[in-house]
């Protein structure tokens, strides 16, 4: 059979607390990363994601204890990114419970730091996140939460980071993001075809038509999202609806 | 039941050791292989490297082949269920070659396999109370290939392979029961059961 494709809400996390970034900026509250990891693990979740948007080093010791806290009651994968800069950072996480860990900056910074987390944890650990802007008829590799261009093509950089042994992508629309008009589907659909591992498709969630849109016009693996089911809007149940609806293969309950 | 966790040093143990204790399981992680061969029940766990993981178990591979022999109960997910064969094509040396067969990469489109996919299991206690048509989480690049019938379950990924396997109270699984929900948490449920009955 086909894998699923795959729903994953996005928390993003600062100093211990879930907030939601518009355009990067503007933070605002929204609660208790275990609690709500559990929360969508029993709506049918497929995989939660933790991105630490602020990634400080007195905060990586904050989001270490909300990952062993969610890794107690959270039977799904976890991923966490954010402020990843090292082997070390990579290892610490993974010990604190988290599944997987998704690297941007220190990725493009030192390329080499993929093969050797792939080698030491198994690429299934190493997750790429490219964050990518549109130039012309391409799109461009972005670092340092979406601020600095790293001077990299985004098709070109996915398929060089699978090489060195990425196993997954993440890949998030920085012109999308936050703006709740949907995905970025031609770059989602460019990267799902010049790559062999799961791509995740990330940034412009607003409606459940948009994720039905970027998992078959955009051919990604996955789906995250992250206000949408935060203010309560759908919950993944519904979401996973609509999508059998249309004939999308998901993960659903079969009654345990 | 006390059930040993191998810690090889790499990778997240809080999902299983939870859910084994939810199973019933009383939890001790073990960072010297030594200790295993003394243990009631033994988890190798699903992270890191066939190499890595067999350079922390040699030592005490042959230590290991007579516990197991002798009946140890043990349950393998993942890379835990791949050192268990003979050989991987991941890593030069041996494995724990408990059972035979070796492991190979996976041949299909998009590698790791990273998902849920189809478990079809046959009428076997570890899958017990599991309704068919369960998914399970898969992360894998690499599938065994077992030279004996200890096939209990199978999944297609471009090709067919081998889910899980048994034979007595020596078990396999290459999907990530700790991270596969509810059907996940009952296959750990009916291990330590396994486990138990053989008490």
């Not at chain 1, 966490?80 to 493009?108: E, H, P, Q, Y």
């Not at chain 2, 990778?11 to 992680?29: C, F, H, P």
């Not at chain 2, 991987?88 to 035979?100: H, K, M, R």
């Not at chain 2, 206690?125 to 004996?148: H, R, V, W």
Request: charged letters at 25%; a negative charge; hydrophobic letters at 40%.
């Amino acid at each position: 059979m086909p894998l699923t494709k795959r729903i994953i809400p996005c928390l993003d996390v600062r100093e211990g607390v879930v907030v939601k970034g518009v355009c990067f900026k503007d933070l605002r509250k929204v609660g208790d990363p275990p609690t709500l990891a559990v929360e969508y693990q029993d709506q049918g979740a497929d995989e939660i994601v933790f991105l630490d948007v602020k990634a400080t080093v007195a905060g990586q010791r904050t989001l270490h204890e909300a990952v062993r806290k969610t890794a107690e009651t959270l039977f799904i994968p976890l991923t966490v990114g954010g402020g990843i800069r090292s082997f070390k950072d990579v290892r610490d996480t993974l010990k604190a419970g988290a599944d997987k860990t998704s690297i941007n900056t220190a990725a493009v910074q030192n390329p080499g730091l993929i093969t050797e987390c792939a080698d030491a944890f198994g690429s299934q650990c190493v997750v790429l996140a490219l964050d990518a802007k549109r130039k012309g008829d391409s799109w461009e590799v972005y670092s340092h939460s979406g601020t600095t261009p790293a001077g990299l093509d985004a098709v070109d950089w996915a398929k060089d980071a699978c090489d060195r042994g990425a196993g997954e992508i993440l890949l998030t629309s920085i012109d999308a993001d936050g703006t709740k008009a949907g995905y970025d589907v031609e770059l989602t659909r460019s990267v799902v075809r010049a790559v062999n591992v799961p791509v995740i498709a990330s940034g412009g969630c607003g409606t459940i038509d948009h994720i039905v849109e970027v998992l078959t016009k955009g051919e990604a693996d996955a789906a995250l999202a992250a206000s949408i089911f935060h203010y309560g809007e759908h919950t993944v149940a519904d979401v996973k609806k609509i999508l059998e609806s249309k004939g999308v293969l998901i993960r659903k309950d079969v009654g345990m | 039941m006390r059930v040993s966790i191998m810690d090889y040093g790499v990778g997240n143990l809080y999902s299983i050791a939870k859910g084994l204790e939810r199973s019933g399981g009383e939890i001790e992680i073990v960072t010297d292989p030594r200790a295993l061969a003394r243990s009631e029940a033994i988890v190798f766990p699903g992270v890191g490297a066939f190499g890595a993981a067999m350079d922390v178990l040699r030592p005490v591979r042959e230590e290991l082949r007579r516990a197991i022999a002798e009946g140890v109960p043990t349950l393998g997910i993942c890379l835990g269920m791949q050192i268990l064969f003979e050989s991987s094509e991941e890593s030069p040396g041996t494995g724990l070659g408990v059972f035979g067969g070796r492991v190979t990469k996976l041949l299909s489109g998009r590698v790791p396999q990273m998902g849920w996919n189809d478990v079809k299991s046959s009428d076997d206690p570890l899958f017990d109370g599991i309704p068919q048509g369960s998914k399970f989480y898969y992360a894998n690049s690499y599938i065994c290939q077992p030279t004996e019938k200890v096939a209990v379950a199978e999944t297609e990924y471009g090709q067919r392979f081998a889910a899980a396997v048994r034979k007595n109270t020596l078990c396999g699984v290459q999907f990530h029961p700790e991270k596969s929900g509810p059907p996940g948490l009952k296959l750990l449920k009916n291990f330590v059961a396994l486990a138990e009955g053989n008490q």
